[in-house]
């Protein structure tokens, strides 16, 4: 996998904004899908953790 570099196409801060903002919308929709019986939390809970992930990935890799 090649390294993300903030020559592409979408400056860094941007896409961590942007996955930022998945985030805050994943937690609201699995939380009512759960409720609902629709999706077991521990699927959420993963799909949730792996968005954290790649926001921290992203992060991390636009400090360098």
Same mark, same amino acid.
């Given at each position: 996998m090649g390294? %993300? $570099?903030? &020559?592409?196409?979408?400056?860094v *801060?941007d @896409? %961590?904004a &942007? /996955?930022?903002? &998945?985030?805050d @919308?994943? =937690?609201? +929709? +699995?939380?009512?899908?759960? =409720? *609902?019986?629709?999706?077991?939390? !521990?699927? /959420? !809970?993963r799909? %949730? /953790? @792996?968005m954290? #992930? %790649?926001?921290?990935?992203? $992060?991390? $890799? /636009? #400090?360098?």
């Amino acid at each position: 996998m090649g390294r %993300i $570099t903030p &020559e592409g196409r979408f400056p860094v *801060a941007d @896409l %961590i904004a &942007e /996955a930022q903002r &998945e985030l805050d @919308l994943r =937690r609201q +929709y +699995y939380w009512r899908r759960v =409720r *609902a019986g629709r999706m077991r939390q !521990d699927d /959420a !809970d993963r799909r %949730i /953790a @792996l968005m954290e #992930a %790649i926001v921290k990935r992203l $992060t991390v $890799t /636009a #400090a360098l």
